[in-house]
């Protein structure tokens, strides 16, 4: 996003497209105001309005044709979204009415908001770290209760306040550490040094943890259910989703090609896939069905093994990938068991015992703690700035004094560059291409 024009006064509909019962025109810029006052005619001009208040009207058409009825809310500059002036006008939700009050503003010299524009001019004037910003986003496009607790935390500073606490750690062992080099004599006491260094280390890993978890909760999850043929995948799955989306007979086999089946599961946007059967085959079809099923358990975020429990037990004849995340199904409990596993879950995809225990290790595999209220890592350049960050605390922990404070100032700028406040250019522009206009 090229930053020209970031003093010019924008405007653009500010709510999703379609009819509604309310619709929303935003404009911001050091002319807002007058903008304002050549749409919106009430008992008092907008531009001698205070901030915080809203004005009852019409909305009129360079001619005077009367467009609707609405409202206008004054923003003043320092107290606004954007930290400038901004008037809102809400009408009714009609495209055509909306349509006519924004191509009213830019008659009077607004010009067209770029996607993101109204964040980004927050971002600048300090209203938002960069970490915020993205959780506007986030908190946007959530569809699901998850999500959209991750993105009111990033929404109220929690992960700056988590990264600047970890910052702290590190300022007091670096400051400790250059004393030390401009005064070998004097002695640094440990809890100056060592200690804050593994404070930070230890959070910065907890920080780090929560990556998978945070993108799992904005992005949705991919759980592969594998097994060998009629262990009770398909059945499992139309358990879940509450229908018959896969087909079910005795033939080993059914399933050669595989099938997907989207449903909210632990209050993340899931995609379950319904794979071939694992087993030795002759048949060139149902051969490659079963490297399907492989590749797919091996992209997974999470996989679902399933072993028939009314059956003699036999192990899958393939070896998962090492950080492949499982969780072991014992099906068809509803049956007398041929064996018994204290590590795999009984499950009945006919009476639905044990379905709810299965959720609650979806869960717990997906987000883990959920109970705590700590802000995650939500975005891959979020994770990437935290894992170099702790790349370089790790590395300043085996190192000498003089180059251990080298890879704390760099510590430093990872995490500056997590929130915003040391960051080049691109990253930002990277991060605020993705919204829609009149955000």
């Given at each position: ?23 929303i025109v935003r404009v911001s810029g050091p002319r807002a105001l007058d903008v304002a006052d050549g749409v919106f005619r009430g008992r008092r001009r907008p531009s001698r309005t205070p ?389």
């Open positions: 996003m090229t930053r020209t024009g970031l003093s010019d006064t924008i405007a653009a509909i500010a709510t999703a497209p379609g009819s509604a019962g309310v619709g901030g915080g208040r809203f004005l009852f009207g019409t909305l009129v058409a360079g001619d005077g044709e009367v467009l609707d009825e609405g409202l206008c809310l004054i923003f003043r500059e320092g107290r606004s979204y954007t930290g400038e002036d901004v008037a809102e006008v809400q009408t009714h939700g009609s495209p055509a009415v909306l349509a006519r009050v924004l191509a009213r503003a830019l008659e009077l010299g607004a010009r067209l908001a770029r996607p993101g524009e109204f964040t980004l001019r927050a971002y600048l004037a300090g209203r938002l770290d960069l970490a915020q910003a993205e959780a506007v986003l986030g908190l946007v496009e959530a569809h699901t209760d998850a999500a959209r607790r991750q993105a009111a935390l990033g929404l109220s500073g929690a992960l700056g306040t988590r990264v600047a606490r970890i910052g702290a750690h590190l300022t007091r062992t670096l400051a400790a550490l250059q004393a030390m080099l401009d005064y070998p004599e004097e002695g640094v006491p440990e809890e100056d040094r060592e200690q804050p260094l593994a404070a930070a280390r230890d959070e910065l890993r907890a920080l780090v943890g929560t990556a998978r978890a945070g993108q799992v909760a904005t992005r949705g999850a991919r759980l592969a259910l594998i097994g060998r043929p009629n262990a009770g995948k398909s059945s499992l799955l139309n358990a879940l989703v509450g229908y018959e989306r896969s087909i079910v007979t005795p033939i080993p086999g059914t399933t050669r090609d595989y099938l997907e089946a989207g449903l909210e599961l632990a209050g993340v946007p899931v995609t379950l896939v319904d794979t071939a059967g694992i087993r030795d085959t002759a048949d060139e079809v149902e051969a490659a069905g079963v490297r399907q099923a492989l590749t797919l358990a091996g992209g997974a975020d999470l996989v679902i093994a399933l072993e028939d429990g009314s059956a003699p037990r036999e192990t899958l004849p393939v070896t998962l990938p090492p950080d492949a995340r499982v969780i072991r199904v014992r099906t068809k409990a509803d049956l007398p068991p041929a064996w018994t596993d204290d590590s795999a879950l009984a499950v009945s995809a006919v009476t639905g015992e044990g379905l709810s225990a299965l959720r609650d290790a979806v869960n717990t595999a997906l987000l883990g703690d959920t109970s705590r209220s700590e802000a995650w890592l939500t975005t891959e350049r979020q994770a990437d700035a935290a894992r170099r960050a702790l790349d370089h605390v790790e590395a300043a922990a085996t190192l000498p004094d003089d180059l251990a404070s080298y890879e704390l100032e760099e510590a430093l700028r990872c995490l500056s560059e997590l929130t915003g406040r040391d960051v080049q250019e691109d990253v930002v522009d990277a991060v605020f291409m993705n919204f829609c206009v009149g955000k």
